[in-house]
Every structure is written in structure tokens, then in C-alpha cells.
């Protein structure tokens, strides 16, 4: 780390002044042959103009601490310290290398639990030679091409270590060493161990591939182990070097060395090597899976074990398995064409053909760029939560927060290729809401189009998922243009799926065998997943003496009898109540579709009425017979069927009734996500299906919510949904929200008022529904209030009487005398006016006479349409929406009548609608004698239609009666005559003038005909 003088003087003389017994000691030079070791702060100027003082701390309290007992320990000496850098001297190199890898080893513990801003990242060289400027400049050299957290030393070193890590073959003339240090993880054994790693980038594809075999081969003969990362990286540890003796010989491909590494304190050596060359590769392992992932950020290589068996059953392959991934080239050389000048690329195929093996141990495995990024992941929760979750795990100290951000971050800190790998993208059908489904493609959209070549997204689908995809080309053209189909094997290649994992493994495949295989499972080409299964019995009961025999695949039954029997005889071990436990919960894992779901532990729970106990218990049982896989989920561990294939069988299992829940919860599920999408009402059909009984549906709360109102609007009972307290809790503020809604039909807030008057209120939630029946409830809601408490129907019964009886709806007219009738006076003028025809009209009416009437209410104003309807439904189709509050006709009297009893009131006499009308005084009009054309609806208005039944308030009787003239014509309850089959009516209509709107005015029809221009009013006594 450079500095200027002026900026070295000033720190020193801060930590003269912090600690008098720190001293910057001058440049030491001259004297015997030693090794220099120096060391350096990676980031160490960005922290000093972050906080200075805090990095004078770490330096004097942390740094040069570990750097003094460094030296104590080794027997060194520390003659220099500039800032970050320091310089020892040590007699004996493997001294020095041991003292370099203890100064690592420090850092390591102290970085656990700080961020990634507060550790510290430390490069180490070491150089031999004369104690010079030279030999201070190389070690400075060494240290400044080092990779954070490793020990970067020369030749010379090397040759004076007591081991030496191995003999080159020449083919770099002057390589360097680099020695990386990483915390272990619990399964780290202990104890001393050689390890040998090699670097691979300069081979191509089919070179590597076949070193990798080559390697792992010697590594089982000798016992060792193998393990594979990205990076064209390979690793392979023994506990006796011994066993490395000639192995460069046996592996002409190898161009590293080998350093022996020992597990102590807490820290493991693994060595590695970097080259001379036109461009070096440093090589960095990644510890995420073996220890704290906070810890060790800049380790971002995950070494994986080699396979343990040669088939993998229903298991899908790794980048480790890649060594026994035959049968595929063909496939693995088309997927790197189509990706040749494309950013994006469809693989698509029936479900277990083998996606997620090409991509993983055949894209990755065989990349022509060994030191390619390749992030792999699923959909199993939110789209871009789980995107963000990927970018973090594989780069760890990423700041951004949104994926956008982290993308960019990711572009600047890698110069070679990207892949973003999505499987199983149909999940995202089957997970996600269309709003989220739309968001993501724009935002893939976002990441990917038109950027680098260098950047490429790979989705992986199901291919009966297809036409979902094209759908969303909506959001992305061309989204699914570049796109590749994966087939079943054909014969030769099943034949090398079979034979090449076999002879890796030491074993010898009889011909007659791989025919019969082949013959036996080839239908349209060979399923991967049934081969695997049969191979997998087959090498797991059959293989004996190093062979798979044709007679251990006939003794097993065939093909038909191993793919068919392999579940039931893994549940078969089980005893009969774990049996059909284990059947009730794989059947959790498989939607109404025919795919398979992540489960979460929690759901698992809530949905089996099993113990929690007995679940984990089966659980166990079935990860351990390879039928389930865990699966990481956002927030909880989730479970699925370990393949495809199990899903025919366990879907044999279902009753026709578990089959129509799946369908059931299945309906659910998507009109919960239309409905969240666009508020869209579920459909009357579907809400019937799933308001089936038997079913025995648990939707979530959000779900019952959105059941109870389509309930509601579709009138169909929503206490279907509320059968316990806590649903009721939860449902009736929506209840109560959409009755108090004034643009919901009437006749659906009188249902709610009946649903919600079963439901247990709090006293604030019945006054509510009180206020609202005063203005909706009727006689045929008090009659469904049976089962409900006294105090509630009580309670609805006033509001009800209230709405109709109240003295907003009906008025007092006093008893006493009346004058009904008109006389010849009147008659003789209003005649003069009126057309010879209707002359009978005014001629029929009563002589002007005094009559006595008892007190009684009368309607403010004739029944509306809307009150109508609630009595009789069909009257709707009679109206227009936008007249609900004009007058009821088209009512015939005795339907009158039927209404009338129904609210407990009768229809007026003719005298008394007349008193209603005329007042004690019995002028000729309700507002007086004279004729006033604004107070009245009449012929002269020329409207010929009514108005509202609130309208001309002006016009109102003596008693506050409106429109008892004009507008509608009203029926009464006194016959036209005596003995006559007529009955009367009152008051004149629209189309009628002057002369017919007095109170006095008659006319008669027969009781049964619905009229366009008679409606009615009601009376009841005190």
C-alpha cells in the first residue's frame, strides 16, 4: 500500500502520540540469506478516509499485536511497520510459511460476527534472498498479487520447505504459490491430510471431463477423497501422501503441486497454485457450506463431494455427478450452441426427462469458461425475493437491496460469464399471483435484454406448461423464440447412461443386460427417471463380484414390477398406522394438476391431523428413502416428491373424494388470485363447488374472506364459511362493511342482516345493524330470525316496525268529522272544462257529505317500487333500476292487499283516504282550493310519466300526505258501488287534468288487473 511521506509522517506521529512504544523502524537492509515476509490490508485507504481513528486502533491494538506474538511464536523478527504493510525476516522457511499461515489463521477468528465493512482482509508474500531492497521489493510484489486470505510465496521458497509440495513438469518456467486458509466445517475431519488441488481452466470441456474421471478413478483405488466446484476447480485429499507418489505420472494433465495441509486450531490449509503466464488465474474457495457465512465473504467456490454410487435414482444431478452424467452430449453440445449469440433460452420438456441434470451437470460441467458465474434457483416463494436470495448467497457482501442493484453489482465484480438459471420455471404459474407473474418478466426483461453477451438467463419448464409461457410474451416478445426441447433417450444413448457411470464405479455391464433394459423401457424413447430407478435396485440388490447380471434384473421381476413396487415397498417397512400416515402426507405433496408441491413444515401441520411428532418422524423416513427432498424455502423448510414420476402413483391413492378437494382447493387457490388481481367476483357455479360439505375445505383467511362475500352477493349463506367463533371474529367487520354499502342491492344487505343477526356482537357491532335494518329490514327478515337471541330479534323487530310504522313513513290524521264527496256546484263547473266523455267521471262522484272517522296512519306517500320488490322479487322486471323510488304499479288490488298483510296494514276506505287527502276543512285540493299546476303532476305538466313518490313536497295534504293528487291514481278498499265486483280508486294520474285532480275524484277497475297508472297507500290503526 503506497502512501506519501507527508501522509506517513502524519500517522506516525498520531500513534507516537496513542502509544509511546510504537515506533516505525527504519528500513533495515544488509546481512545473512533469509526469508522476508510482508503483509498488507486489503481496502486499507478507503478505511483511513472512512474513520481514521478507528484504524489507528485496529492497527495499534489488533494488527501489530498478532504481528509481534507472530514473530515471538516463529522466532522472527519484525524490523519494519508502514501503516498496513509490516516486514519480518525468518531464518527457515518453513518457519516463515507456518508463521504467515498463523497471522491468517487470526484474522479468520477475528473476522467471525463483523460485517462485511469491518474485516479485515489480509495478503501475505514471501520472498528469498539477501537481506536487500530486491528481496523486500519481490516479497512486496508477491504480496500485492495475492488473493485476500492467502500466502502468495516464490520458487526459491518452495524449494527450502522441509516437504516440498511436489515436482512440476515444466510446463511454466517460473510458477509462484499461493496457499489459501478457510475455517472447516463440522464434518472437516481432523488430523493431517494431503491435498492436492487442481486448476483446469486451461483444458477444454471434453480434456476436463475426462482428467475429472481419470482423478476420481485413482482417487477411489486410493482411498482418498474427491471433491468438485465451479472455477474448473478439482480437489483431492488423502490421509497418507504416501498415496500421491507417481500420481502426476498417472494424470499427465496435471499442472499443480501438491503442499501437505494440516487441521488445527480451528483452520484448515488447503494449497493452490497460481502461474506465470499471460493471464494468471487466482483461485479462491468458497466456505459458505463450511462454516458461518458471514464470515468468510470472498470464499465463494463450493467444493462438492463426488457421487458415492453410479446411478442416482430419482436424485437430480450436481456439478459433482457430472463425472458419471453419460448420455447426453449430443444435448449438452446443442444447449451451448443455442446459447452462442443469445441471451435467453427456453429448455423445455416432459416432466423428468432430465432439465435440471443438463443444466447442472451438463451446461455447468461442460462450459467452455471454467471460470463462468452459474446461479441456479426456483421459484419456491416470491419471484424477486427469491432472485435477491440467490445474488446474496453466491455473493455475499453485495450492498444493494433490490435485484436490479445487485445485478449491476454483480456485472462490476466479474469480467467472465453470467448464467442465471431458473428451474422448474412453471412454478411460477402454480406459486405466483398474475400481478407478480407480470413484474418479474419485467423485470428479467430488465436484467437481461439487450445486455452483455456475456450475460445469459436459461428458464427450465415443464413442456405442458408452454402455453402459459407464450402468454407471457405479452410482457417480453420473443420471450420463448430461442427455446430447445429435451427428449427422452434414444437407445445408444440410454445404453452410455447405463455402461459409463458402471466402468467408473469398477463395474462390468453384461450386454445382454443393457438390451433387455433398453427393449423393456423403450416407449418413444427411454424416460432417464425409469432407467434411473431400475439401474439404482438393480446396483443397490444385484451387483455382485464387480457385475451387473441379467439374472439379478430378472430375479427383481422386470421393469414393470421395480417401477411400480419401489413406493409401496418403501411404505411397506412401515407399520400400518405410519402406512397411511405416510400416504396421507405424500398425497399433500401433489397438486390437483399432477405436479409436484414444496410443502412447508407449517403447512403440513395445519393440514394433518397427525402429530406433529409423527410427522417429523415420517418425514425422516421418507427423505431417507429417497421419496422426499427438503427444499429451502423463504421462511420455512418445505417438502416435495424427490421426482415426477411418484406423482402418477401417488395420485392412484386418492378417493374420488380427496380427488374433488384437490380440484376444489386447486379452483380456490386461482380465483383467489384473479380476485386479488382484479377484484373479480368468484362465480356462482364455482362458489357451489366449493360449498360442498363433504369437502371439508380450510381456506386462509384472505380466502374466507373472499368466500363469505361471494356468499353474500351471490345470496347464498355465509355461515357456510364461519362455522367456528374465530372465523366468525374474523368475517363480521367485512359484513357489517358491506351492509352499511349503499351501492349493494338492498336485498342482499337484508341477508347479511340476517346472517350477521346469528353471529355473537359486541354491542357498538348491534348498533350498527339496528341503524341499518331501521332502513332495510322487513317482515320476512324478522321471520328468519329464528335461533337468535331475544335480545337481537328484539332489537331488529323495532327497527322494522320503525322503518314502516315510524313517523317518517306514516303521519296521525285526528279522528272526527270528515267531508267527503263534492256538490253540484263543483260539479256543474268543473264539467264546463272537461271533455264530454269523461263527463261520467265527475258525475259518479259521492254528494258532498259530513261523515265521523276514527284516529289512523296513512302513508306519507304511496309504496315504491323498491318497497314493492322486497315483498315480491318478480316486481323488479317491472321497473327500470333508476325508478326504484317511483310508484308501485303494475300491482293489482289484491296483490295490494297481499302486501298490505304482509306489513301488518290494510289499504285506506275511500273516506278515509279522502280526509288524508282534504283536511278537516275538505278544501278541493291537499294545499288548498285553488288548482296551483306546480303542486301537482297532472296533464298540464305534460310530463305523462310519475315522479318519485318524495317529489312536490309542496303539494303536501293538511296531514303531510304528498301527491294525494295527481302522479298515480291509488287503490282504496271501498268498492265502487255497493255490491259491486269494482273497486275504487283515488286521486287521478299524470295523464289526467285540472278537473280530475280533486280529492273528490273517482274511478273504478277491477281487482285483479295490474295497471300502469295505479299504485297504492297503506293505513293502520293506532
Known amino acids: 500500500m503506497l502512501f506519501s511521506n507527508g501522509r506517513i509522517s502524519r500517522l506516525c506521529a498520531q500513534m507516537d502520540r496513542l502509544s509511546p512504544q510504537v515506533r516505525l523502524a527504519r528500513l533495515w537492509s544488509g546481512g545473512s540469506v533469509s526469508v522476508i515476509l510482508t503483509a498488507d490490508m486489503e481496502g486499507f485507504s478507503t478505511w483511513m478516509q472512512r474513520d481514521e481513528q478507528a484504524v489507528i486502533e485496529l492497527l495499534t491494538e489488533t494488527y501489530y499485536r498478532f504481528a509481534e506474538e507472530m514473530v515471538r511464536e516463529f522466532e522472527g523478527e519484525l524490523f519494519q511497520k508502514e501503516g498496513d504493510a509490516i516486514w519480518c525476516h525468518f531464518e527457515d522457511a518453513d518457519r516463515s510459511l507456518e508463521a504467515a499461515l498463523w497471522l491468517l489463521r487470526q484474522f479468520v477468528a477475528y473476522n467471525r460476527g463483523r460485517s462485511a465493512q469491518e474485516e479485515v482482509r489480509l495478503r501475505v508474500g514471501l520472498s528469498w534472498g539477501e537481506r536487500s531492497h ?167 467456490i463450493v467444493l462438492e463431494p463426488a457421487p458415492q454410487a453410479p446411478y442416482k435414482f430419482l436424485s437430480s444431478y450436481r456439478l459433482a455427478d457430472s463425472l458419471i452424467f453419460f448420455g447426453r452430449d449430443e444435448e449438452v453440445a446443442t444447449l451451448q450452441k443455442r446459447l452462442e449469440g443469445h441471451n435467453l433460452l427456453l429448455v423445455y420438456g416432459k416432466s423428468g426427462v432430465g432439465k435440471t441434470s443438463l443444466l447442472r451437470a451438463g451446461l455447468q460441467a461442460y462450459s467452455d469458461h471454467a471460470d463462468a458465474v452459474f446461479l441456479m434457483t426456483r421459484l419456491l416463494s416470491s419471484p424477486r425475493k427469491v432472485l435477491e436470495q440467490e445474488f446474496r448467497k453466491n455473493f455475499p457482501a453485495l450492498r444493494g437491496s433490490r435485484c436490479e442493484e445487485m445485478w449491476k453489482e454483480i456485472l462490476l465484480k466479474t469480467e467472465q460469464p453470467v448464467f442465471l438459471i431458473i428451474d422448474e420455471f412453471e412454478e411460477l404459474f402454480l406459486r405466483s399471483s398474475p400481478e407478480e407473474q407480470e413484474d418479474f418478466l419485467h423485470l428479467l426483461r430488465a436484467l437481461f435484454e439487450d445486455s452483455s453477451p456475456r450475460v445469459k438467463l436459461i428458464l427450465s419448464l415443464r413442456e405442458d406448461y408452454l402455453a402459459e409461457l407464450f402468454a407471457l410474451e405479452r410482457f417480453w416478445d420473443g420471450l420463448a423464440q430461442n427455446r430447445m426441447r429435451l427428449r427422452t433417450l434414444e437407445a445408444e444413448s440410454a445404453v452410455r447412461s447405463i455402461v459409463g457411470p458402471a466402468e467408473l464405479f469398477g463395474l462390468e455391464v453384461e450386454s445382454e443386460l443393457c438390451h433387455r433394459l433398453v427393449d423393456s423401457l423403450f416407449q418413444e424413447g427411454i424416460h432417464p427417471a425409469e432407467l434411473q430407478i431400475v439401474l439404482d435396485r438393480l446396483y443397490r440388490e444385484g451387483a455382485k463380484d464387480g457385475r451387473l447380471a441379467l439374472d439379478d434384473f430378472q430375479r427383481l421381476g422386470g421393469v414393470g414390477p421395480i417401477l411400480s413396487a419401489y413406493l409401496d415397498e418403501s411404505l411397506k417397512a412401515l407399520p400400518a398406522v405410519d402406512r397411511q400416515r405416510a400416504r396421507t402426507l405424500l398425497k399433500q405433496l401433489v397438486t390437483a394438476s399432477g405436479t409436484r408441491e414444496a410443502v412447508s413444515h407449517r403447512n403440513l401441520v395445519l393440514r394433518l391431523s397427525i402429530p406433529e411428532s409423527a410427522i417429523d418422524s415420517l418425514l425422516r423416513y421418507l427423505i431417507d428413502a429417497r421419496l422426499v427432498r427438503v427444499v429451502v424455502q423463504s421462511e420455512d423448510l418445505g417438502y416435495e416428491l424427490s421426482h415426477n414420476t411418484l406423482v402418477k402413483r401417488v395420485q392412484e391413492w386418492e378417493t374420488p373424494l380427496e380427488v374433488a378437494r384437490r380440484h376444489a382447493e386447486m379452483t380456490l387457490r386461482n380465483e383467489f388470485r384473479t380476485y386479488r388481481r382484479v377484484g373479480s367476483l368468484l362465480p356462482r357455479d364455482r ?39 374465530r372465523h366468525q371474529e374474523l368475517c363480521y367487520p367485512t359484513m357489517l362493511q358491506m351492509l352499511q354499502d349503499d351501492q349493494l342491492d338492498s336485498s342482499l344487505r337484508r341477508d347479511l342482516i340476517v346472517a350477521l343477526a346469528r353471529l355473537p356482537l359486541e354491542d357498538r357491532a348491534l348498533e350498527a345493524l339496528q341503524k341499518s335494518a331501521v332502513k332495510l329490514a322487513n317482515p320476512t327478515v324478522v321471520k328468519a330470525l329464528k335461533g337468535v337471541p331475544d335480545k337481537v330479534r328484539r332489537s331488529l323487530k323495532l327497527a322494522v316496525e320503525e322503518r314502516f310504522f315510524g313517523s317518517e313513513r306514516m303521519t296521525l290524521v285526528t279522528g272526527g268529522p270528515a267531508l267527503v264527496g263534492s256538490d253540484a256546484v263543483s260539479k256543474k263547473e268543473r264539467l264546463k272544462v272537461t271533455r264530454p266523455d269523461l263527463h261520467s267521471r265527475i258525475l259518479s262522484e259521492r254528494d258532498l257529505i259530513q261523515v265521523e272517522l276514527p284516529d289512523f296512519f296513512i302513508d306519507r306517500w304511496v309504496v315504491s317500487n323498491a318497497e314493492y320488490a322486497e315483498f315480491q322479487p318478480l316486481h323488479c322486471h317491472f321497473y327500470p333500476p333508476h325508478e326504484a323510488d317511483y310508484p308501485a304499479v303494475n300491482v293489482s288490488y289484491e296483490e295490494a292487499v297481499e302486501y298490505a298483510d304482509w306489513l301488518g296494514k290494510r289499504l285506506p276506505t275511500e273516506e278515509e283516504w279522502e280526509k288524508a287527502a282534504r283536511g278537516q276543512d275538505g278544501r278541493n285540493f291537499p294545499w288548498g282550493d285553488n288548482f296551483e299546476v306546480d303542486l301537482v303532476n297532472s296533464g298540464e305538466s305534460e310530463r305523462r310519466c310519475p315522479l318519485p313518490v318524495t317529489a312536490l313536497e309542496g303539494g303536501a295534504s293538511p296531514y303531510g300526505c304528498l301527491q294525494m293528487s295527481g302522479n298515480v291514481w291509488e287503490w282504496t278498499s271501498t268498492p265502487w258501488e255497493p255490491d259491486s265486483p269494482l273497486m275504487a280508486k283515488k286521486g287521478g294520474c299524470a295523464l289526467n287534468f285540472a278537473p280530475l285532480m280533486h280529492a273528490s275524484a273517482r274511478y273504478e277497475d277491477p281487482p285483479e288487473m295490474r295497471l300502469r297508472w295505479a299504485g297504492f297507500r297503506l293505513v293502520c290503526e293506532p
Not at 384472505?702 to 353474500?712: D, H, I, K, P, T
Open 687 to 725: 362458489l357451489a363447488l366449493l360449498m360442498k360439505p363433504d369437502l371439508n375445505l380450510e381456506p386462509g383467511d384472505e380466502e374466507r374472506l373472499m368466500l363469505v362475500r361471494a356468499s353474500v352477493l351471490h345470496q347464498m349463506d355465509p355461515a357456510f364459511w364461519m362455522q367456528e367463533a
Open 134 to 300: 530486491q528481496v523486500l521489493q519481490e516479497a512486496k510484489k508477491l504480496e500485492s498479487s495475492a488473493t485476500a486470505g492467502a500466502v502468495h510465496f516464490s520458487q526459491e521458497v518452495h524449494d527450502r520447505l522441509s516437504q516440498p509440495a511436489g515436482h512440476l513438469t515444466g510446463r511454466f518456467q517460473s510458477p509462484t504459490y499461493e496457499v489459501f486458509c478457510f475455517a472447516p466445517g463440522e464434518e472437516s475431519q481432523c488430523g493431517e491430510r494431503t491435498v492436492l488441488v487442481a486448476k483446469l481452466s486451461y483444458l477444454g470441456p471434453s480434456q476436463k471431463i475426462k482428467f475429472l474421471r481419470a482423478c476420481f478413478k485413482e482417487c477411489k483405488k486410493l482411498e482418498g477423497e474427491f471433491y468438485l466446484a465451479g472455477q474448473g476447480l478439482a480437489v483431492l485429499s488423502f490421509a497418507d501422501s504416501r498415496h500421491l507418489d507417481g500420481l502426476p505420472l498417472k494424470l499427465p494433465y496435471l499442472q499443480t503441486q501438491v503442499f501437505r495441509g494440516v487441521t488445527h486450531e480451528g483452520a484448515c490449509y488447503l494449497a493452490s497454485f497460481q502461474w506465470e503466464g499471460p493471464s494468471p488465474h487466482p483461485i479462491s474457495l468458497d466456505a459458505t457450506e463450511m462454516t458461518e457465512p458471514e464470515s468468510l465473504k470472498d470464499f465463494r
